[in-house]
């Protein structure tokens, strides 16, 4: 483990990073509303539920298989989406429309591999090669676990461009640097247990305190994640 990373082309104590992003976190957290403390805290098992549909449009009638496909297809879709966006898509994507006939305001290679994911499920693939081959990153992935199994203690935060925004660095890019992301999940991780809760609550209440004001427009949300 190395004790100095790289964030913005600066020289960081990787314990500064971890003691940074515990304070700014816990700050969020101590500073949220009762309404967001409940849906932070409530975030990941609504997108269960959603996982669980979005499974069963896939025809999948084996239940943990059904949630863990709809958890990685939105999972895949995620970056650069609203959630509402995210979920709307997925769904279409669960019921066998084609990248042409498909709305999507995120990247085309994710609805791309959506897409992929599907087809290779669909036809019986194992789905651990076809998660291995198709969800790739450090925040697809936490992010498919968490939505899978939200009461799984051991789910590290997910970590993206809204908690780059809550640290005050300048760019997503600072969390591709080696070691960056793991010192950031621990400070979410020990804010979490400051707190008391999990470290995916932790991350969902944090990033509700930081999100745009939505003005009453579900659709206008970012994803969190």
Sequence with gaps: M???LTIDSEKV?????????FD????????????QWAEGLRWYADAYAYAA???????LTDQAKAIAAGA????????????????????????????????????????????????????????AEVRADLLRGPKVNP?????RSPWEPTNLPVIDRHMVTLCGWRRPKSLENAGVMGAVQEGVSLA??????????????????????????DDDLPTPF
């Design 53 to 59: 549909e979005i499974g069963s449009a896939l025809g």
């Design 143 to 147: 992010f498919a676990d968490a939505i």
């Design 72 to 127: 990685d297809i939105v999972a895949i879709l995620s970056p650069a989406c609203s959630w509402e966006h995210n979920v709307a898509v997925a769904f279409d994507v669960a019921l066998g429309l084609d990248q042409s006939d498909i709305v999507y305001q995120g990247y085309a290679s994710n609805l791309a591999k959506a897409i992929g994911y599907r087809n290779r499920i669909v036809a019986g693939d194992v789905w």
């Design 2 to 4: 190395r004790d100095t």
């Design 192 to 217: 979490a247990a400051f707190f008391g809760i999990l470290p995916i609550q932790a991350q969902a209440i944090a990033w509700l305190t930081v999100r745009p004001d939505p003005a009453g427009d």
């Design 13 to 21: 104590a990787r314990a500064d990073i971890v003691a940074d992003v």
């Design 24 to 35: 700014k976190v816990a700050g969020a957290i101590g500073s949220a509303s009762a309404e």
